[in-house]
């Protein structure tokens, strides 16, 4: 007796659970002038699992009047600080948010809606569990658990002699162990301490255990732990205990949000989640809620008119069981491998971890049909693969990813782990390292783009080839990018050098070990989507290189913050990073992308095509005024697709800027930066002149004003 006493007390009175690191989305901050539009905004409501009514009467509840929006906002704990229940009002006009009100018609800076929780991180595999304080326990969820579960629980000792005796005589009768008497008391230590076998000496064991438990901790502390402990069902091979988490898996809500005909299903559920689970076993289920719903009636919590009009109530389970350890696979992939990176900043395995990112819930959902819709037209044979990576265009983080083509699937990650060579997509850092030259390289130089042949010193030729057989001859060097020429390319490689190629690769955040053969001016270098977001960054953003994070923040339990550091990679020469993305656009407007620039002539995009040899990769790349984009398809086996970066990456990137809210790309010019009119020699005039063409250059002279 002595030894259970010690052994229950240890064991209760350490931590008797390390709850799972919760990994949320980014938190939208609504404000007036925002680029929003309605359909975004209730697609972000439904994820959070907001309710649509013609009253809204509780948090996590809202009403749409076509462009007007009625939200009761969820009480939650940011990373700086705890916001309360409250309203918000607010319009959205021409696709911005045009005004922004309290519940009382005020004014508000800015609304802060909670975020979307993407996945949970737990130190088991095989169980996961959000804890809660008995205090956020609804009163009717506890008044039906008592009276369903254990009437005298106030009253007795941790055991109820009345209900023993009876279940006694009844196993007795049946000469086996049929019924329980099991107080909750006696369940909790059933769960927490015990292993499920049906004897005689573990039901005393159990009934001892119970009396000691009883004995040393009152009765809030032992309801709450049952409330946390209690077994509710599995979510794949996760058990799920606890009624909170038990809430979002079956209602898609808070435990706080339930309304008293949910709290009776939970309840009917704990003599046994698999036998009255409400998707496979919906009559049997309903069946249940009711009895227990008769009981509270039974018992006075309840008048009749009451339990019949909640007996009426559908279950109001979510049609699919919520995912609760990982909807976003991929996503939570690369928050994970974050996490490892960090070394040790934050320790996902402390109990109640908040990890905040940038990840977009609503982009991300929008990413993920994009791929999955886009690869099913393109693809019969479901050969091909994809991965998409999309960052903010202004600070680098990472907004969306998705790793392949069956986004549930918690395997091969293509956006991290595709290493594939990039073709054409390396084109721009050749141009970027050449015009860091100026004024021996501008928009208006010359180039070369005909056939060569290069000797090495083995005897092997390399002897590359336009992709369409073709030569051009003389042509400028804006148009040989935005063409993707590959001879002129190759020739300007040879020009400014390979060692100076690889110096601007490393600026731009390329770290892998690369081949200074004269193929890499034509993008024999392989890279992930997520390294070539990275290498695209400082163009998109026009100077600094910005690192490929997701992890933004962390609050841990006992209120410690953790924040990221802003940090740079690097930064690049603003002048010629401007003047790439200028070409860039070029691209999409009159080059390789201009069947892209043509559905979209109002946004100015910038982008580049991307094909490897026989078609075997397609990639592109490109960014509107807030997102840099990078798209890539292929197949595992490295077969070919067929597809070119135009015919295929390009038509993901399409697809995903239709679904989109954007504004018009618009390039800051800097300070060195004038448009004029250039020769070929790089010389600037202020008046149209013959064979000359009207480009942005950096200026080191003063612009001639007359023509020569």
């Known amino acids: 007796m002595l030894y259970l006493h010690a052994d229950v007390r240890k064991r209760f009175e350490g931590q008797r659970w390390t709850e799972p690191a919760s990994v949320y989305a980014r938190e939208h901050r609504l404000r007036e002038g925002e680029l929003l539009s309605a359909t975004d905004l209730e697609l972000e409501l439904q994820l959070l699992g907001y309710r649509l009514r013609e009253q809204p009467a509780r948090a996590g ?22 916001l309360p229940e409250r309203i918000v009002v607010l319009s959205i006009r021409d696709g911005r948010v045009s005004r922004l009100r ?43 658990l008592l009276v369903a579960e254990d009437r005298q629980f106030y009253s007795h000792f941790g055991i109820s002699p009345t209900a023993i005796a009876r279940a006694a005589w009844a196993n007795i009768r049946a000469g086996q162990t049929e019924q329980g008497a099991s107080t909750i008391t006696q369940q909790l230590v059933k769960n927490y301490f015990l292993n499920s076998e049906r004897t005689w000496w573990r039901k005393i064991r159990e009934a001892l255990m119970a009396i000691i438990l009883e004995a040393n901790y009152d009765k809030g502390e032992i309801l709450e732990s049952y409330l946390n402990e209690i077994y509710l069902g599995q979510d794949g091979q996760r058990a799920i205990h606890g009624v ?35 998707w496979r076993n919906s009559e049997r289920a309903k069946s249940r809620r009711d009895l227990v719903l008769k009981m509270r009636a039974d018992v006075g919590q309840l008048s009749s008119a009451e339990m019949q009009q909640l007996q009426r109530k559908p279950l109001g389970v979510v049609h699919t069981p919520r995912k609760l350890s990982g909807g976003m696979p991929a996503v939570l992939d690369a928050i994970k491998r974050e996490l490892k990176s960090d070394v040790g900043a934050i320790d996902f395995k402390r109990s109640g971890v908040q990890i905040f990112t940038s990840i977009d819930a609503v982009t991300q959902r929008k990413a993920e049909l994009v791929v999955s819709k886009g690869l099913n037209r393109l693809d019969e044979g479901k050969a091909l693969q994809a991965a998409m990576v999309i960052k903010d265009r202004r600070n680098g983080l990472v907004r969306a990813l998705v790793g392949g083509r069956d986004t549930d699937y918690a395997g091969f990650n293509r956006a991290l782990d595709a290493k594939r060579a990039v073709g054409s997509t390396l084109k721009p850092i050749i141009y970027y390292t050449a015009l860091k030259r100026s004024p021996l390289f501008t928009l208006a130089t010359p180039l070369q783009d005909s056939s060569f042949v290069m000797r090495a010193d083995d005897g092997k030729t390399w002897q590359p080839k336009n992709y369409d057989g073709q030569s051009r001859g003389i042509v400028s060097l804006h148009r040989a990018l935005s063409e993707s020429l590959n001879l002129a390319t190759a020739r300007l490689a040879m020009e400014v050098g390979l060692k100076q190629v690889e110096k601007s690769l490393r600026e731009m955040g390329i770290e892998r070990p690369i081949a200074l053969w004269p193929s890499l001016a034509l993008g024999a270098l392989e890279l992930s989507p997520l390294e070539v977001a990275t290498l695209y960054s400082g163009i998109a953003h026009g100077q600094q290189v910005m690192p490929s994070h997701a992890i933004v923040a962390a609050r841990f339990d006992d209120g410690e913050v ?118 070929g020699s790089g010389n600037a005039y202020g008046q149209a002149c013959e064979r000359m063409e009207w480009l942005p250059v950096i200026m080191t002279d003063e612009m001639r004003m007359e023509c020569p």
């Open 61 to 82: 509840e809202y009403r749409r009047d076509d462009q007007q929006f009625y939200i009761r906002a969820r009480a939650f704990t940011f990373v700086d600080q705890k």
């Open 102 to 144: 309290d519940g009382n018609g005020e004014p508000l800076a800015e609304a802060r809606l909670d975020p979307v929780l993407l996945g949970r991180f737990s130190p088991s595999k095989d169980e996961d569990r959000e804890l809660v304080r008995l205090t956020e326990v609804p009163q009717h969820l506890i008044d039906a």
């Open 244 to 278: 909170a988490l038990a809430s979002r898996y079956y209602f898609g809500k808070p435990l706080q949000e339930l309304a008293e005909h949910e709290s009776a299903l939970l309840v009917a559920m704990l003599r046994g989640p698999s036998y009255y689970s409400p």
């Open 562 to 679: 953790w924040r990221r550091q802003t940090e740079s990679l690097g930064e690049l020469h603003p002048a010629s990073s401007f003047l790439t993305a200028y070409t860039l656009q070029e691209a999409v407007r009159d080059g390789t992308g201009k069947s892209l620039g043509a559905r979209y002539p109002s946004l100015n995009l910038a982008g580049k095509t991307g094909t490897t040899n026989d078609t075997r990769d397609s990639w592109f790349v490109g960014f509107d005024d807030e997102y840099l984009i990078v798209t890539w398809l292929g197949r595992d086996d490295n077969q070919s697709t067929g597809l070119t970066g135009a015919s295929g990456a390009m038509q993901l990137f399409a697809d995903m800027i239709a679904v989109k809210t954007s504004a018009p790309l618009s390039l800051r010019l800097p300070a060195s930066v004038r448009f004029a009119y250039l020769d």
